[in-house]
């Protein structure tokens, strides 16, 4: 246990591929363009097995299968070596790297015994064809893929102990951009005898079983192949595994030249790293390509896939072009004429007092140095969305009651959506994660600085807000690909989800469906974070034998649970209500006010009146 809390102390470096600076957007721009290719290229020939009836068969079932492996390889490696050409951040934790080790690991023997079953598939095809449906049943296909990836995965688990059960007290530099065995145990202090043996033995047993299956399957094809005595015949023959072939001389050639080989000096190891880009990168992109290339089946099915995306994309055009609605109609807050100046004034000054707490908050916490934390850069990130989100339909509301134009142009209804939606799901998930910050600083206090570090607090936040942007696009492009032929009067004096929807003359299902699935998930995931989060932070707390250090702790995160309490709240009530004829419109739009003008407004008066550091900073800001 002594070794193991010494070991797990520490994390690793990761080394990168070039230690030129100039040359480190140029590689983050191929590898990312790299792989995009390899899950585009494997995706599509997944998608065109799975939709396509013809290829239901068990050697296009280990094709899609070989498919998914090769997106989940490059998943393993390639976004942490991007994020590190990107950031310069070559750390990686002791967990992160034992974790990308057992999956490399697992998936890379997967596709090892993958490809001999294929081999053993292709021999039998060629070698006995009359009883190749009575040998490759569809039972025995799942049988044999299950038994891959059980066995690839159960090989993984034991090279993954055996590796990390040693104690690593010498230098923490991996040579590698990621983390693989031969690597991690050259850095250990204890005797790497037990974990080099399993290596061996086996990895050696059963790569070298997988091997000769592969070898002798192959051997026994091409002496069936000979012997058939027409050209013709033998390229047909050989057409049904040259991908195949091509696919394994590929694998193996490339994971011999990686791991066979020994490295010593630094420009040998520099050279070991481009070579196994080959290995785990370039090899999966290729795969797709080869198959795509030389099989006439698979082509055909991608041709087919390609053409149903473009019937497809034309029919959503042509219902597109079809939509009459120009513009629509937001509903004002009240039908009482001599209620619209009042609430014009209210609603005034509710917004410049939102816009003067969220702008003052943030303005101290950039000037006062001591703010310059993870918590209070996580506050000021909230203080900048409550500014946006009531930006985003407050202003429209105030020109509709004003004016009394209660117009909103297509494209304008489209883009006030596509904000709203974004900020909201922003601040649900930046919520997660301040949620997550003071569950640390609580229950880890000792370990928070090494824990949430400029770095990891900038990767949180970078999440939150593409999270929330790409989430809101996707609803954004259904809602608004719908035909909208009826009235175009919204029920709501801005425009959202559930009511735009709602004056579709065609299909709401795919929207409704995603609303309810993906929203749903992201929504379910950030509110269990921040709900596990105050349990362990409540737990902790109690635990405190003093009443002044309860009160202490409390305080460090009493804001932010009222806070949360108050956006759920809202929220809950906004959309999670039954709708009944109980509840008129216009009290649904006023509850909806909460929601989206009170809330951001309350929550720098909550920050500046329960956080002493905050009140200092403000009172600081007025003197100056």
Not at 380 to 385: E, G, Q, Y
Request: charged letters at 10%; hydrophobic letters at 45%.
């Amino acid at each position: 246990m002594d070794v193991y809390n010494h070991t797990t102390g520490r994390g690793f470096i990761l080394v990168g591929l070039s230690d030129l600076p100039e040359v480190r957007y140029s590689l983050f721009i191929s590898f990312a363009l790299i792989y995009q290719i390899t899950l585009a290229g494997n995706g599509a020939i997944f998608l065109a097995i799975g939709i396509e009836k013809t290829l239901h068969t068990p050697m296009y079932c280990f094709l899609a299968n070989l498919s998914l492996l090769d997106m989940f390889c490059s998943s393993t490696t390639v976004p942490k070596m991007l994020n590190t050409l990107l950031t310069e951040d070559h750390n990686i934790s002791f967990v992160g790297c034992a974790l990308q080790l057992y999956f490399l690991v697992a998936l890379m023997g997967t596709e090892v015994f993958l490809l001999a079953v294929m081999a053993y598939d292709r021999y039998v095809a060629i070698c006995f064809p009359l009883r190749y449906t009575l040998i490759i049943t569809n039972i025995r296909c799942a049988q044999l893929v299950s038994g891959t990836w059980a066995a690839g995965f159960l090989n993984s688990v034991i090279h993954t102990m055996a590796t990390f059960s040693l104690s690593f007290c010498k230098s923490n530099r991996v040579n590698q951009y990621y983390c693989d065995i031969p690597q991690i145990v050259a850095l250990s202090c204890t005797s790497t005898y037990v974990a080099e043996l399993l290596a061996l033995v086996i990895g050696g047993i059963f790569g070298t079983s997988a091997f000769l299956t592969t070898l002798i399957s192959y051997m026994y094809i091409i002496s069936t192949i000979l012997k058939i005595r027409s050209a013709e015949g033998k390229r047909k023959a050989f057409s049904t595994c040259a991908s195949h072939l091509t696919v394994v001389c590929l694998f193996y050639g490339t994971a011999i030249f990686t791991y066979m080989r020994r490295s010593s000096s630094e420009k040998a190891l520099a050279r070991d790293r481009l070579i196994s880009m080959l290995y785990g990168v370039i090899t999966p992109m290729l795969n797709p390509v080869i198959y795509s290339l030389r099989n006439t089946e698979v082509k055909g099915a991608l041709r087919k896939l390609l053409l149903q995306y473009r019937q497809w994309w034309k029919e959503e055009m042509d219902l597109y072009n079809h939509t009459t609605v120009t513009q629509f109609i937001l509903l004002r807050l009240s039908d009482l004429s001599e209620m619209q100046y009042p609430l014009f004034l209210t609603f005034v000054i509710i917004y410049q007092v939102t816009l003067a707490g969220n702008g003052a908050i943030l303005l101290a916490i950039g000037i006062e140095k001591k703010l310059h934390t993870p918590m209070y850069f996580l506050l000021a990130n909230l203080s900048l969305l409550d500014i946006f989100c009531p930006s985003a339909t407050v202003p429209k509301m105030l020109q509709n009651l004003l004016t009394e134009d209660h117009s909103i142009s297509f494209v304008g209804c489209a883009l006030q959506l596509y904000f709203l939606v974004a900020l909201a799901g922003t601040e649900v998930f930046l919520l997660a994660v301040m949620a997550y910050d003071r569950y640390v600083a609580i229950c880890f206090p000792l370990r928070y600085t090494l824990i949430m570090t400029h770095v990891r607090c900038v990767q949180l936040l970078t999440g939150t807000w593409t999270a929330g942007f790409l989430h809101s696009l996707l609803h954004m492009m259904m809602t608004f690909k719908l035909s909208f032929c009826r009235s175009n009067q919204v029920s709501q004096y801005y425009c959202d989800i559930p009511s735009v929807v709602a004056l579709s003359c065609s299909s709401t299902y795919l929207a409704e469906m995603l609303v309810l699935v993906i929203g749903g998930i992201f929504a379910t995931t950030a509110f269990l974070t921040t709900l596990v989060s105050y349990m362990y932070i409540i737990s902790t707390i109690l635990k405190i034998q003093s009443a002044e250090g309860k009160r202490k702790a409390f305080s460090t995160c009493g804001s932010h649970l009222i806070v949360v309490s108050l956006f759920y709240g809202t929220v809950i009530f906004t959309y999670i209500r039954p709708s009944s004829s109980k509840h008129s419109p216009a009290i649904d739009r006023l509850i909806s006010l909460l929601y989206g003008v009170i809330t951001p407004m309350l929550n720098p008066m909550i920050y500046s009146l329960r956080n002493t550091e905050v009140k200092g900073a403000l009172r600081r800001l007025l003197c100056c």
